[in-house]
């Protein structure tokens, strides 16, 4: 007897341009399924459908292998055998985890139960599924693994058959990846089923059992994860853009020959320093990290990075960008104010001349040609990171030091950058951070290696 399928769907369309084209899908019953794409695949429409948000669509779902229409849809999601794990959207910031979980209950009505109660029947949820979490921390004190761990405490309060959510956040550390896989598997054994979206591989597939690409609101490919080969998602995912555009992996990438605690020496393409920093907090730290990270570990940096760090130590020739550090500018301000690189607020204000404004926005475009690709819809964070990026790039300066630059790209994104970053390396050096080790190692040929804010291992690769 073949598996039991829990929800599925054939022929589903909805949505407009980035939507769904026929799509059909299968989610068995006690497994994780992994809906790979990227912004412009449909998987955002998808997600909509299942949790009620888009209810205009045409084709045929299955609950439990029978066919439901959209009147029977809306009743599994409003009785929440589908829930959506957002933080975001299920949790109140000013309550309490045992208030969010019994209070913040959509659809329920009558007498709630008292404080007390709701307190020690979440601290008995939270126990059993081993949430070290007390029932009286408000929501606003958590991170956000913390609050994902809140959703899906809620979810199973719930006794949700079908868990959907987001694996966007790359900031997630090694043993939360660890306790969330954990924490699926235990589930799954209950017959809970998860479905998870995300635009990357490489780490998510580490808590799947199979995959499903998804590329122009279509199902490109569905298979067992271990049937599926890194280098080949891009092909159902991109198609011709893929093969007009490869991605450099770290299969097809030169091999480099690797030297250890110093010796050898730089062959001119070493502009690039990789700082691999598994506790690394982006937007949490500031441009004082660095300084702090050579000022603890001279010994072991100074011979051969110093070229590098001469130039935070001293004269400070260098420009740091730190994500999402200019989305609010780029907001408030058109594109061409941002690229025109102003000192100073009155500065900024001061730039009316629409036609060197308008000069600067297609000299903007002409080094990014590939945006004006109206087929493909690019992220905002890959936009407001190559602004940024290239907005300082006019400053001249001797060394640019980018936080996490490859952050919630989709395949090709990633691709245009670490090319974008390979030209820039010509013309400066480059400090790249990242709790990510496959992006230092493809792009970066001097690496630190850095733990509890110290340096445990050095590694320059020579061609």
């Known amino acids: 007897m073949g598996r039991k399928e829990i929800l599925s769907c054939r022929g589903v369309c909805a949505g407009g341009k980035y939507g769904l084209d026929f799509l059909q899908m299968e989610l068995y019953e006690s497994e994780s399924l992994l809906v790979l794409g990227n912004c412009s695949s449909g998987k955002e429409i998808l997600k909509e459908v299942l949790i009620g948000q888009e209810k205009n669509y045409s084709g045929r779902f299955y609950w439990e292998e029978d066919p439901i229409d959209e009147k029977n849809m809306q009743g599994i999601i409003q009785r929440h055998q589908i829930f959506y794990a957002n933080p975001d959207r299920v949790l109140i910031e000013g309550y309490t985890i045992a208030e969010n979980i019994y209070i913040a209950r959509s659809g329920k009505r009558g007498v709630l139960p008292s404080r007390k109660a709701m307190d020690i029947q979440t601290g008995k949820l939270l126990k059993e599924l081993g949430f070290s979490l007390s029932p009286e921390t408000y929501v606003r004190e958590l991170d956000y693994f913390e609050k994902m761990l809140v959703c899906f405490a809620k979810a199973v309060s719930y006794q949700s058959r079908v868990i959907l959510f987001d694996h966007t956040v790359n900031t997630l550390r090694a043993d939360q990846m660890h306790f969330l896989k954990d924490f699926l598997e235990k589930q799954k054994k209950n017959g809970t089923s998860f479905l998870i979206f995300s635009e990357k591989f490489d780490e998510a597939h580490r808590i799947c059992d199979r ?253």
């Not at 420009?319 to 900024?348: A, C, Q, T, W």
Request: hydrophobic share 35%; proline share 2%; glycine share 6%.
């Open 211 to 463: 995959v499903l690409i998804m590329s122009e609101g279509r199902d490109k490919k569905a298979a067992d994860i271990d049937q599926i080969a890194t280098d080949e998602i891009s092909c159902y995912w991109l198609g011709e853009a893929y093969k007009k555009n490869r991605p450099r992996s770290a299969e097809s990438a030169p091999v480099l020959k690797r030297e250890t605690e110093g010796g050898g020496t730089d062959d001119g393409r070493g502009n690039i320093l990789g700082i691999f920093d598994r506790d690394w907090g982006g937007e949490q730290k500031n441009d004082g990290y660095l300084e702090k990270l050579y000022e603890n570990n001279r010994e072991k940096l100074q011979e051969y990075y110093s070229g590098f760090f001469e130039k935070i130590i001293g004269n400070r020739q260098f420009v740091y960008i730190e994500n999402r550090k200019y989305d609010e500018m780029l907001g408030r301000f058109p594109l061409s104010h941002n690229l025109l690189v102003p000192r100073n607020l009155k500065e900024l204000f001061s730039f009316t001349n629409k036609m060197r404004d308008s000069v600067m926005v297609k000299e903007f475009y002409r080094e990014f040609d590939f945006l004006q690709n109206r087929t493909r819809q690019y992220s905002d964070y890959f936009f407001y990171r190559l602004v940024a990026i290239y907005r300082f790039e006019r400053f001249h300066k001797e060394l640019m030091v980018l936080d996490n630059p490859f952050l919630q790209l989709d395949i090709m994104e990633e691709n245009y950058m670490r090319e974008y970053l390979e030209r820039l390396s010509k013309k400066m050096k480059l400090v790249i951070i990242s709790h990510r080790r496959h992006e230092i190692n493809i792009l970066a040929k001097n690496i630190v290696y850095v733990e509890d804010g110290k340096v445990v291992y050095t590694d320059r690769m020579t061609g």
